[in-house]
């Protein structure tokens, strides 16, 4: 069964701190991983994307990487900031079927100052 | 890029009662949908939007519960039918803008609450 499981479920940190976001992932045949941010009462916005062949992805203060020998990504975000307060969800895509988007639950990070 | 309006942003509304929900992008896009998000849940694809033809649902979604329009490549309508509590979600309209990126685009959402 396909699935995409994140951990963890919520997190707060405080202001200047680093984090790493989880996300463990059965889709099969994989294509591609997404990290999208969601702040509240947004709509999600794509941060980050991985296919089979990267290990590691940047944009800004946040970082992604990709194991697909484990089916394991994960977002670090390096010296938090007050906006980075939101849901990120990671999505995967699989090569085939009609419906190939699985999406996870999300992890809800807040940042205190 | 693609700019996604959705209205109405939320609304309240009374069991029984209908509620249509608006997408609207700002560039001709093929690929178009609706997700439903309940809280603390992922999303749910509800339907791919087909421009000029019935929508396409998901599994546990039927068309006389959420009947969707599509008249043109940048314009789409959700209706959430016969409201109950259980439908108290926020909606979303997605957009695939490049296919070679296979990109999601999403509007800002729309939350409903039935009461």
């Known amino acids: 069964k396909n699935q995409v499981e994140q951990s963890p479920q919520s997190l707060i940190i405080l202001e200047g701190k680093n984090c790493t976001l989880q996300?463990?992932?059965?889709?099969?045949?994989?294509?591609?991983l997404r990290w999208y941010k969601q702040d509240t009462g947004r709509g999600p916005v794509s941060l980050t994307i991985?296919?089979?062949?990267?290990n590691t992805k940047s944009n800004g203060r946040y970082t992604a990487t990709l194991d697909a020998d484990t089916k394991q990504s994960s977002l670090h975000i390096t010296a938090s900031q007050l906006s980075d307060s939101a849901s990120y969800i990671c999505?995967?895509?699989?090569?085939?079927?009609?419906?190939?988007?699985?999406f996870g639950t999300g992890t809800r990070l807040t940042v205190i100052p | 890029s693609a700019v996604i309006s959705q209205k109405p942003s939320r609304d309240i509304c009374q069991r029984g009662t209908s509620l249509t929900i608006q997408c609207q992008v700002d560039?001709?896009?093929?690929?178009m949908f609706w997700y439903r998000q309940q809280p603390g849940q992922s999303l749910t694809l509800i339907a791919t939007?087909?421009?000029?033809?019935?929508?396409?649902?998901e599994s546990g979604f039927v068309i006389d519960k959420f009947p969707i329009s599509r008249p043109n490549l940048t314009f789409s309508t959700l209706t959430v039918s016969n409201m109950s509590p259980e439908d108290s979600s926020i909606y979303l309209c997605?957009?695939?803008?490049?296919?070679?990126?296979?990109?999601?685009?999403f509007g800002e959402g729309s939350r409903l609450t039935v009461l």
């Open positions: 560039s001709q896009v093929t690929m």
């Open positions: 939007a087909n421009q000029g033809s019935e929508a396409t649902y």
């Open positions: 997605s957009v695939v803008h490049d296919a070679n990126t296979g990109e999601l685009f």
């Open positions: 999505v995967v895509s699989a090569k085939t079927g009609a419906n190939n988007l699985f």
């Open positions: 996300c463990n992932y059965t889709v099969s045949p994989f294509s591609n």
């Open positions: 991985m296919t089979f062949s990267e």
